[in-house]
């Protein structure tokens, strides 16, 4: 009860917003578990059973795709039960190895040399050599706590900050983890992170957010926690979504809400801005996968004079691909990092959005029917 009358104090909307009927049934997965009447995800998988032992060294890669791939259907059709109250988990066994074993393997040999996300610069991790992320084969961890100032269906969101991240935008307000000093957090153990899990979850979370910084380097530690942690609870993927297809498969059958920012509608202003290529063909695509393999909320930043070049054509995709997620059009946005120390070399982001640009971008977020204010 303590964690409600702390939401009624600090974030009364994060009730309120339930009794919007776009919001439930938009987030229907997710309140379903979040309200512990579904098992999440990552509990089903664990209870997906393969007929090989995936640890077996002599399997290759390829095989594990396979196995992968064929315990999956075998996923979506008992998901597709447990949603339809057909099969509950005390109904489904416990197998010698599952769905989510294959997904730690599979993740491990992603990891080094390195594939996790769409730069794959092949870094030898496992052999303690970072990738262009600074992530090397320990999991770091900055900072865990009750996140309050999350879109309002997530607060209290259990929030996990991660070390490390492939972008490098010039803008980025974390970049004291996610660049400057991304290997000065805590070394956790898988065990540990789901110690983590469990205990923010028991102390009222409505999710565990998955954040930094960027998640996508620690894929493997974080479905490898997963194995050990039994409390129910939604899993929440806070991302720049430049994950590799194969990341994006590994995560699909175990990620209950997708909490993806879309950046550019421009690869130009991603690479000048963030230093990535082929932004908006990867980026697309896995938002694609997100929208088809669970709940999701889109955050849009904002960038002041970026409004046509990059809102507009972000929004209108959004209206014309994934049309039934909900919207965070963000006005957040400040000069920080790299563009506060020199602005003359970003001149038309060394500025806050203006009260115009806002407007224009709610107007198109209007015209184009897409939902934004009740979690904004």
């Known amino acids: 009860m303590e964690w409600f009358i702390s939401i009624i104090h600090a974030r009364p909307d994060a009730i309120l917003v339930w009794d919007d009927q776009e919001v439930r049934e938009r987030l229907s997965w997710y309140y379903s578990v979040m309200r512990d009447l579904k098992p999440a995800k990552f509990l089903i998988a664990k209870r997906t059973p393969v007929d090989e032992d995936p640890y077996n060294d002599e399997l290759s890669i390829d095989d594990l795709w396979k196995i992968h791939d064929k315990a999956s259907v075998e996923f979506k059709r008992i998901l597709q039960e447990v949603r339809s109250g057909g099969v509950g988990l005390e109904d489904l066994g416990k197998p010698l190895f599952s769905l989510l074993d294959v997904k730690v393997v599979l993740a491990y040999k992603l990891y080094s040399p390195c594939r996790l996300c769409e730069r794959r610069c092949g870094a030898l991790r496992a052999q303690g050599r970072p990738g262009v992320c600074f992530v090397d084969k320990e999991c770091i961890v900055h900072t865990y706590f009750h996140h309050m100032g999350e879109e309002s269906p997530l607060v209290p969101s259990g929030t996990i900050?991660?070390?490390?991240?492939?972008?490098?935008?010039?803008?980025?307000?974390?970049?004291?983890?996610?660049?400057?000093?991304?290997?000065?957090?805590?070394?956790?153990?898988?065990?540990?992170?789901?110690?983590?899990?469990?205990?923010?979850?028991?102390?009222?979370?409505?999710?565990?957010?998955?954040?930094?910084?960027?998640?996508?380097?620690?894929?493997?530690?974080?479905?490898?926690?997963?194995?050990?942690?039994?409390?129910?609870?939604?899993?929440?993927?806070?991302?720049?979504?430049?994950?590799?297809?194969?990341?994006?498969?590994?995560?699909?059958?175990?990620?209950?809400?997708?909490?993806?920012?879309?950046?550019?509608?421009?690869?130009?202003?991603?690479?000048?801005?963030?230093?990535?290529?082929?932004?908006?063909?990867?980026?697309?695509?896995?938002?694609?996968?997100?929208?088809?393999n669970g709940d999701m909320i889109i955050r849009h930043l904002v960038l002041p004079n970026h409004v046509e070049c990059c809102t507009r054509k972000v929004l209108e995709w959004i209206a014309g691909n994934t049309p039934r997620v909900l919207v965070n059009i963000m006005e957040q946005y400040r000069p920080e990092h790299l563009v506060s120390k020199y602005p003359e070399k970003y001149p038309d982001i060394s500025r806050r959005p203006s009260r115009d640009e806002m407007k224009r971008a709610y107007e198109i977020a209007d015209n184009l029917g897409i939902v934004y204010k009740p979690v904004s």
């Not at 991660?162 to 000093?181: M, R």
């Not at 993806?260 to 290529?277: H, I, M, Q, T």
């Open 161 to 292: 900050f991660y070390g490390g991240c492939n972008f490098k935008c010039a803008f980025c307000q974390n970049y004291d983890i996610s660049q400057v000093s991304p290997r000065s957090g805590e070394r956790v153990t898988p065990e540990r992170l789901a110690r983590i899990q469990d205990s923010l979850r028991k102390r009222g979370a409505r999710n565990i957010n998955h954040v930094g910084g960027e998640p996508t380097p620690h894929l493997p530690f974080i479905l490898e926690s997963l194995k050990h942690l039994e409390t129910n609870t939604p899993q929440l993927w806070n991302s720049n979504m430049y994950m590799s297809l194969e990341s994006m498969k590994l995560l699909a059958d175990v990620i209950d809400i997708w909490l993806p920012d879309f950046k550019y509608g421009s690869n130009e202003c991603a690479w000048r801005l963030s230093r990535v290529r082929n932004y908006w063909e990867v980026v697309t695509r896995n938002h694609k996968l997100a929208y088809e």
